[in-house]
Structures are given as C-alpha cells and as structure tokens.
C-alpha cells in the first residue's frame, strides 16, 4: 500500500479499489461495483445517521466508482451535506465530488452557493480556498451572478492570505471568461494591476493571468500593467538555475498585448532585458539537465515572440534569427521542431527575411531527414514562408522532389503551397506551367479543384503563355497512364487553345482529338463532360475535324448514355454542329474571356485548411499583387465586364440551347451568346463541384445593392428553428457603442461563440463582414441568422444580407459551423434616410442538442455615413450661426468615464467620421468637426463642438445640424464614448 | 471601393485567437490506455470526454524518444511527457510556449514525487482524490497557479495534518 494512505486514509475505500483492482473481468467488475452501490445505499438510507467520516468514505467511493465510467444517480445530498462539516477532509471530498460530477448534474450547482459563500466569509484560508477552487472549476453563470461581486473583493483585500490572492484572481478569470458581463472591474482595475508588484511570486503569476486576459478585452484601461511587467520581468526563485521561468514567460506574454512602450525609459529596459534573454542562450549551461535547458529556451522563445510582435528592433530580430539557427542543428528535436516554427514567423518581418533565408539549406535537409513527420512539416512551412523571387525556384523544386515520397498527411498541403509559390513567383509563364503540370504527374490524387482551375484561369488570362501551354499539355498527355487532372486540363486548354499547335503535323487537330479521346473512357462523368464540350469546340477550332466528332457524338455510346448529362450534351452537341453556320458556331464556341480579377482560388483553399489564421496578411497583399500581375492586371477585368453587359442586350435563341438549370446569378442576368459557353463549362462544373461558381462566386460579382426587404434574404438557410427571435441581448446597447467610432473588432462572445465584425462605408452605402467563429470543438447545427429592422428604421435602411461562408468552394450543405471552424456572412446596406435605432441581428443555432437563440444590435449607427468636411475658421463659424434654431440643437454635460488624454479624444472623434478641424476653435482645448451625413434621401450637415474640463472631469458637447433628429442622435451617441 | 476582399483576412487574425483557456485538460494515462487523471478546463459532455481520451492516447503512444514532446492534435496542441508507464499530457491552445508546459508537466511530477515519495501509478489511483488537491495547487482555471514546489508542498503538507 503506497505510503502516505497510511494513517490518514480510508481504509474501507483502500479495500473497495484493491477489491476492483483484483477483478479478473468486467463481469466480475460489475458484480462486486453493484454490490458497493447496494451497501451505500442501504447505508445512506438506513436510519442510523451516519457520521462524517462514514458519509466521507461513501462519497469517495461513489466518486471512484463514477471514474471508473459509471453512472451515480445518487449520493449527490450526502456529497453537499459534506461541505458543510468543519472538517477539511471531508469538505474536500465534497467539493471534489460536486466538481467532477457537475457536468451531469447541474441541478447540483444551486444546492451549494449557500455552503460556498459561508466557506468563503469563513476567513479559514484552507476553507476560502476550497470554495474558491470549486468555482473556478465550475465557473457556470450561476455563480458568476451569486460571487462575481465578492470574489474582486477578496482579491484585492489588504488582510487576505497570499495562496488565497492566487485562487481568487483565477478565479476571477474563469468567471470573466464564463460572464463578462457580470464581472465588472471599474473600481478595482488599478489594484489589480498592482498586484504584478506583490512580493509573492505565486500571487503574481496567477495575477498576470488575469490582467492579460482582461487586458485583451481593455487594453487601455490596464496599460499601466506594461511598465510593471517590464519592472518585474527584470528582478526572483529558481527551477534549475533559471529564475522564475513561468513567470518570465507569463510576464512576456502580457507584453504582447500591447505595442512597443511608448516611455523611453521603460522601452529601454525592456530591450536591455531582452538582449539579456539573448546573451543568457549564448552562455554555458548552468546544468546539464534537460530541464535546465527548456526552463531557459522556454523564456527565449517568448521573447522573441515578443521581439517578433513588436517587429521594430531590426537588431534584436535578427539576433533571434541568429539565435534560432544555431537551433536548426541542435540535437534536441524539440528544439529544432520549435525553430522551425519561430523562423516562420521571423520570415514574414522585413527585418529578418534576409536572414531567414540564410538557411534554407538546412532546411531543405530538414525537410528531407527529419523522423518526426510534424517536423518535416514546421521544415516545409518555414520553406513556403521564407520563398520569395531570388529562392522561388530552388524551393518549389525541392518541394516537388519532397512530394514524390511525402507523408499522405501532409501532401494536399504541400500541393497547395507549390501551387501558390508557382503562381506568386512566376516570371516566365512556361516555369509556371511546368511546374503545374508536374505537380499532377507526380501527385495528381492530391491536386484539388482549385488548383488545376487556377492553372486555366491563369492560361486563359495570359495569351503570351497559350501556346506552350497547349504543347506542354499535349505532351504530358502522351504519358502512357496519366492522371485525370492532367485530362481535364488538358481537355480544357486544347479545346480553348489547340489551334497554337495545329500548325505541327505531329499535334495536328486529329492527331489532338485522338489522343484526347483515347482517354475518354478511362474518365469519370464530370471529365467526360469537359471532354464533350472540348470536342464541341474542336469543331469551331478546326473544321476538318468535324465529321470525326460528329462519328463519336452519334454512337450509342455518348448519344444513348445512361447518364443524362453526358447524353443532353452529346445530343446538343451533335444538333448544334449540323445546323449552326459558322458564323453562329463562331460567336458560341467563342474563346473563353478572361477571369475577373480575384483572389486565388487555392489561396483560399490553403486558408480553409490551415484555419484562417494561417496565411499571413503580408502573404495574401503579396498575393493579391504579383496575382494581379499574372492575371494580367485589372484592365482585363474591366473588358470582361463590358462584354457582359454588352451580350446582356442581345438576347439569343441558343441561349437554353443545353436546357440549363438556373445558373448563378450572373448567367441568368446575361442569357446571350457569349455566356453560353460559360454555362457550358459551368454545366461541367456543377457536376463536380461547380467550376464556375468556383471561380465566380455569385455573391461577390453582384457588385449592385439590390434592394431586397428585410428577411428576404434568399440565401439564409431554412428556419428549421421555429422558435420566435430572442429580445435583444440586455448587453447589446452597450456592444452597439463600443463600435460608435470604430468599425472593426470583436462584437460579441461568450463561451461557445465569437462574432468579429469589419465594416466599411461610403456615402450612403455600407458593407459589413461578420465572423461567426465558433469556439467549441462541436458543430453548430442549424446555424441561422436573420437581420431585421426595427419599425421606423425599415424604411430608411435596407439590408441585403447574403449568407456566404469562407469556403466559397463548398456544395450547399446544412448550414453547419465546424467546431473551431470560421463563417462569414456579409451584409450590405444603404442608408435611405436618417435614423436612431440599430438593425437587429437574430442568431440561432443547435450545440450539443441544446437551441441557442439570441440577438444583438448590429454596429450601424448615423455617423457611419458621414464625409468628413474640411472648413476654415470663418466658414465654420458662419454656418454655426446658420443652424441656429433651437431644435437644430443638442447640448448635453457629462462626466469624463475614461481618461481625458487628447490623443484618444481625437482618435475616437476621427473614428466617428467627421474632420477634426485644427485651429478652428479660439480655446485650444476644445475641439470642432464638421462632416455631413449621406442619406439617399437627403444630406445632413453637421457641426460639433467638444469642450473639455480637465478639472471638473466634464465635457460639454454641443452638436448642431439641419435635422433635429441627427442631432439629437449624435449627441446620445457620442455622450457615451468619453 | 466594397469589392476589396483581401481586407477581411486582416481581421480574421484580430478575430481568431479563440483562448477562452490556455490549458484545455490535463490528462494522466498509461501505456495501456486506463486514465489516471483527467481534468477537464472546459465544457465537454461525458461522450466527448472519452473520445478525447482516446484519440490522445492513439496519438501519443505511437511516438517515440526522437518525437518531439508536442503533437497537433484537433485545434490544439497536446504537449506530453512520458515517465516510465504513465503519459501526462497537457492539452493547450497552438500558439502557447511549449516548453513552459513541457516543464510544468515536469515540476507537477517532481511534487507529485516528492509528495508520495517516490511516486508510482499505485499510488495515483489509490490516491485519486489527493491528485486532485495537487493539481487544484498548481493548476487553476486553466492557468498556472502556483510553481514553486517549497510553496506547493508546504501547502500540501499543512493540508494532509488537517482532519
């Protein structure tokens, strides 16, 4: 029996675990636990009242019992009745069992806030401490309402024991994270910043937990908290000769939250302290011990996380990179798998790219002789990441020679960024096509859809890189097994381009059809159709071929096929070839226009798969650059929209020609000639996951605001919830001000859920992108979210709300979010005329069965319309007199909430659209801004003056406009955001 | 001028930092798979609970001595030590310091260690609900709480004289 259950142990339970331990099946198991549960009951019921150490005893048993994967649908009394004995134990083994069990039955939780809030005014510290850790490890919203108001206390109280401080603040953090809304700092903000200077080692590191957290959330309000951690980061026990290494590293992560100090001083020290983390990794090891080394690389790698955040100590972060080379070699792999790691980030800094670069052949080694698969795979994203034009092609061939014998798990991956390195690193066009058509040969199974559909988008889009497309194709072609990928490409572009060829006897048009069609049968269904509408276009290309095609379109095989699709082809097809002229068999079969401009389809893939946090925004601006470049820049874009309207006024007969279903949107507007084909190929498509709608998502090429009613919305999923939306939030107004002056951040979250907001307007017209993240590791199901306007303002905003998620790509599916996984939803609006109340936004959804079903104020307010107007003084002046009638009026004093720093005044006054004017103003203190509000209906000229009284902590705001109602509004809006 | 789509891809890194804890479960297992410990630092139902058990264990039995410590594992990174049968593995966010966790796995041993002296699996699962008081002294919320071991053995200690 191991040493310390003597003496103080449970002998009986000792005995019981033994028992179970001696079992020699489940069976046996089952038995001898049935007959525990018996006994306990009996014991329980029995009429003889059992003492503490008796109910203690049980109670673990049950508890051990439930551990071993049983269900207890008893005890649950006992176990609270044990909370409150007086003596440790026995509380302990009752707050243990309510902890453990309480997922199950939460009908618990209110049995016990009376047992809790006696231990916690208790003032026993080992009593304070139990009640406070079973909140914490329950944290459910019921206590936050019954102890968020008490816990803060405690925290900050001068007669509290230190180990009580360190469970309180965490806490505190569980509470906050569980109910934000219930935990209100305010008054106690300052003192617990302050407690980053206790003397208590423990107590700041639970406290440092808390403040970043809570700094995350305000940073303004806890920017005090900066110069302290970096006081603190510099004094100290030790874990193997390092001092305080998880302090140092919690200390260097709140630092993150917030910009390089702005305080010489400060900024100076904490540089010192970071070069001393650097020198400290160059020194001779204090011990041999691994924990010695990982104490200390643990501290390091923070810091230059840290370093890397600030990206503006050029010295410092190529001293990181430096630092993190000598990593590279090291014979740990935990440190070579965590360099890799940290030098992904170090390469997207201009400072250290150079660098980074530095390496690349010890990490091309790496990628080639590292064990751990997860390894292999921080070596190939550090390559994707430090790949620019001088290393392009070194590295994407290394990566394709990686490929040949790459792990399953991770080829699709590295398909992808060879795909996305190619394309941002073409110079010549031909590489880039090479490169592609490699990539299949070698892992065809692994090419996704995206990225054969960029190579085209590229060919059509790049008429000097047709020609060698069309004969490297014809030659990969030749291969004697090649992969289907390879005959879709291959079909597409020899039926676009195969005329550039055709000059050769050796690919001559036959010679072209043959060794196309040779593949036919070998294909699925959605190739087969691509296959079918090349040959369509061979017979425009090269008119001798026709009576060959036509051959192959009557036989049984494609005119009489089971599948309908291929059979309506190959019978319009044919129809459309014997009756057509040439002319009209010229204008349809029309080469293919030029793709819009967009961001690349395998970008976004890559994006999808990584998470959205993965591709760097230095990455995607690169990207959507040199993508510019490649796709031959916007003015192509531009032809191609002329083109369509042009064709959207010459309406032609041909148009249902292949009896299409309703196509997107931008097909439907345009039932001409030359979308034919688009449809034909979208037709294709659609089979396999819609090539057209790939590239062309229908919700972003509608570039008009249609005005749709509220909740007609027709893309929202089915309302499979039937219950009725939620009232608003009661939190909602105060979400709603939060983003007065600003259009971007976090709008809402709690627990399951987080919704990010970024906005944009201009004039009248808005466009507002939600981000519904979800935060569990279970789907949303039935995820719904309706917008809807509240009376008078229906008639003066109108929504469109297209719901569209990040993957553009994915078939229609049950409006689920993937646990984790990110949606976005896009919002349009227009602003008819002017209005006070917020647009509501109604989400419901299903997590874990359970319905959730709530609504929030959508950020849009009258100032988002605003254009800022610059004036002079005299003109500000005169129009302030003009707006003299006292309803254009509205005046309101108030007291400062937040600090009177000027800067952050002007900030949130330039956040709220109007022109800060400069010099306008006789007292320097105050501030004026003019800006007029666009509506579709009217415009509404607005003045503002801001008086500030740094004594009396007051503002006085006056706004003056030519409608009462904007001023009225503004006056409320802007009173809430100093 | 609405049409610009790259945009959103800035916030979506403002937005996706989901933390609503650093340690998501701490788990203790043994080569055959039976938990020693599992606490739990955020909601999970019981289902999830064992599925997660498992999948960590199908996971991180399968590497050996020149694996690193850490695996991605769903979301999250499971950062994991193994001493002689037993694996104690930390469940955290991917972007948390690996090796503080990789050490505070260590330090939460060497008091386990010194607490039970010499400890052995026996002795977790005859002690089950004493683990759970060492880790509520080391770990809370899901955050580190105390790691000095003169500290959290004093503690522990003043507790066990306690009735």
């Known amino acids: 029996m191991p040493a310390v259950s003597k003496g103080d142990g449970m002998r009986g339970l000792a005995v019981f675990i033994s028992d179970i331990r001696n079992c020699k099946s489940k069976e046996a198991e089952i038995k001898r636990i049935n007959k525990e549960l018996a006994n306990i009951r009996s014991k329980f019921k029995g009429d003889k009242a059992l003492d503490g150490y008796s109910k203690k005893k049980y109670v673990c048993k049950l508890l051990f019992i439930f551990l071993l994967g049983h269900d207890i649908d008893f005890g649950h009394m006992e176990a609270v009745n044990l909370l409150s004995s007086n003596k440790y134990t026995e509380k302990q083994i009752g707050y243990l069992f309510i902890s453990v069990l309480v997922n199950s039955n939460s009908e618990l939780i209110r049995l016990i806030n009376n047992a809790i809030k006696n231990d916690l005014s208790s003032r026993n510290p080992t009593f304070m401490c139990l009640a406070l850790h079973c909140i914490a490890n329950v944290g459910s919203r019921e206590m936050a309402e019954a102890f968020a108001g008490e816990i803060p206390r405690i925290l900050v109280a001068g007669d509290t024991m230190d180990s009580v401080k360190q469970s309180a603040a965490l ?93 010489g001083a400060v900024k100076g020290r904490l540089v010192e302290c970071l070069e001393t983390i650097l020198n400290k990794a160059q020194e001779p090891p204090k011990s041999k011990k691994v924990q010695h080394s990982n104490a200390k690389n643990a501290i390091l790698f923070e810091a230059i996380s840290l370093i890397i955040h600030y990206d503006s100590e050029p010295n410092l972060l190529v001293r990181a990179c430096n630092q993190l080379g000598q990593f590279l070699q090291h014979r740990e792999t935990n440190l070579r798998y965590l360099a890799l790691e940290s030098m992904c980030t170090l390469a997207s800094s201009e400072f250290s790219h150079e660098a980074v670069k530095t390496h690349i052949e010890t990490v091309i080694n790496a990628l080639k ?30 990566m394709l020679s990686y490929l040949e014998t790459a792990d399953y798990s991770i080829r699709e991956e590295m398909v992808l960024k060879v795909a996305i390195l190619a394309e941002k690193y073409a110079v010549d066009y031909s590489w880039y096509v090479d490169t592609i ?125 089971s599948d309908v699709e291929l059979q309506q082809r190959a019978v319009e097809y044919l129809k459309l070839s014997s009756i057509a002229s040439t002319d009209v068999l010229a204008t349809v079969l029309e080469e293919m226009p030029p793709f819009p401009e967009r961001e690349s389809s395998i970008l976004a893939k890559l994006k999808k798969k990584k998470g959205p946090g993965a591709v760097s925004v230095n990455e995607l601006e690169e990207g959507k650059r040199e993508g510019g470049e490649l796709n031959g820049g916007g003015e192509r874009g531009a032809d191609n929209s002329n083109m369509a309207a042009s064709n959207a006024s010459t309406p032609s007969p041909s148009a249902d020609l292949l ?68 009232a608003p939030l009661p939190e909602s107004n105060e979400l709603l001000n939060k983003f007065v002056c600003k259009n971007n951040g976090v709008l809402f979250e709690n627990q399951l859920l987080q919704i990010g907001i970024k906005s944009e307007y201009r004039q009248n017209l808005g466009r507002m992108y939600l981000f519904y993240g979800n935060k569990t590791s279970v789907q949303f199901l039935t995820f719904t979210t309706t917008v ?18 990040l993957n553009v790509q994915a078939k229609p599916v049950e409006p689920l979010i ?156 802007l009173a809430e955001q100093f | ?76 990174k499971i950062i994991y030590r193994r001493y002689a049968g037993l694996y104690f593995c930390i469940c955290v966010d991917v972007t948390d310091n690996n090796l503080a966790y990789l050490e505070a796995i260590h330090n939460f041993v060497e008091v386990l260690n010194e607490y039970f002296h010499n400890v052995c699996e026996l002795d977790l699962v005859f002690n089950f609900y004493k683990v759970y008081t060492v880790v509520d002294e080391m770990f809370l919320a899901g955050e580190i709480r105390e790691t000095s071991q003169t500290k959290v053995l004093k503690q522990l200690l003043m507790l066990q004289s306690l009735e």
């Open chain 1, 437 to 561: 058509l490699n990539l299949i040969r070698i892992a065809g199974d692994y090419v996704s859809e995206e990225v054969w559909y960029r190579v085209i988008q590229i060919v059509i889009n790049r008429d000097d890189v047709q020609g060698y497309a069309a004969k490297t194709v014809f030659e990969a072609l030749q291969a004697p097994a090649c992969h289907e990928n390879m005959v879709k490409v291959g079909g597409y572009i020899l039926g676009e381009f195969g005329n550039l060829i055709a000059g050769d006897p050796r690919s001559s048009p036959l010679v072209q059809f043959n060794l196309l069609h040779s593949k036919f049968h070998l294909c699925s269904v959605p190739t087969r159709a691509l296959l079918l509408s090349a040959y369509i276009k061979f017979i425009n290309l090269f008119p001798e071929t026709k009576s060959t095609i036509q051959e192959v379109l009557r036989s049984d095989s494609q005119i009489r096929n």
């Open chain 1, 369 to 398: 002789t590292e064990r751990d698969v997860s390894v292999r795979q921080r070596a190939a994203d550090l390559l994707y990441a430090m790949c620019d034009r001088s290393n392009a092609k070194q590295i994407v061939a290394e």
């Open chain 2, 1 to 76: 001028m609405l049409g610009d789509h790259s945009n959103y891809l800035v916030l979506v890194q403002v937005v996706l930092p989901l933390s609503p804890v650093q340690i998501r479960f701490i788990l203790i297992q043994n080569r055959a798979g039976k938990t020693r410990l599992a606490k739990w630092y955020m909601q999970f139902d019981d289902d999830e609970k064992q599925k997660l058990i498992e999948e960590v264990h199908a996971v991180v039995t399968v590497r050996d001595a020149k694996h690193t410590n850490f695996v991605e594992f769903r979301n999250f």
């Open chain 1, 171 to 263: 806490c505190l953090l569980r509470l906050y994270k569980t109910s934000p809304d219930l935990v209100l700092m305010g008054e106690w903000t300052s003192r617990v910043v302050h407690l980053l200077n206790d003397q208590h080692m423990g107590v700041v590191t639970a406290a440092i937990s808390l403040i970043t957290c809570l700094s995350q959330k305000n940073p303004d309000e806890f920017k005090t908290c900066v110069s302290l951690a970096v006081s603190r980061l510099s004094r100290d026990y030790t874990y193997y000769f390092v001092p305080a290494p998880w302090l140092s590293c919690k200390l260097l992560r709140l630092l993150q939250c917030y910009p390089p100090p702005e305080d």
């Open chain 1, 659 to 726: 009896g299409l279903r309703a196509g997107p949107p931008v097909n439907a507007a345009a039932p001409s000639a030359g979308s034919l084909l688009v449809d034909v190929f979208s037709e294709a498509g659609a089979n396999d996951d819609g090539f057209l709608r790939d590239l062309e998502p229908p919700t972003e090429s509608s570039d008009s605001l249609l005005a749709e009613g509220p909740g007609d919305s027709d893309s929202a999923p089915p309302s499979v919830v039937s219950e009725d939306p939620a």
């Open chain 1, 788 to 805: 809807t306007c509240p009376g008078e303002l229906q008639s003066h905003i109108l929504f469109m709300c297209t719901f569209k998620k």
């Open chain 1, 818 to 973: 993937e646990g984790g996984a990110q949606v976005q939803q896009v919002i349009n609006i227009e602003c008819l005329g002017d209005f006070c109340d917020a647009p509501l936004l109604n989400i419901k959804f299903r997590y874990g069965g359970a319905l959730q079903n709530f609504s929030l104020k959508l950020p849009v307010t009258i100032n988002k319309f605003f254009q800022p107007t610059e004036m002079a003084s005299n003109d500000f002046f005169q129009r302030w007199k003009q707006l003299s009638q006292p309803q254009q009026e509205a005046q309101k004093i108030f007291k400062a909430s937040h600090g009177m720093d000027t800067e952050v005044i002007k900030a949130k006054l330039l956040g709220l659209g109007m022109a800060l004017l400069e010099n306008v103003d006789p007292n320097p203190e105050n501030f004026v801004c003019a800006g007029v509000i666009q509506t579709k209906a009217q415009q509404v000229g607005s003045l503002l003056r801001l008086e500030p009284n740094s004594q009396a902590q007051m503002y006085r705001l006056t706004v003056r406009s030519s409608k009462d109602t904007v001023s009225q509004r503004l006056c409320e809006l």
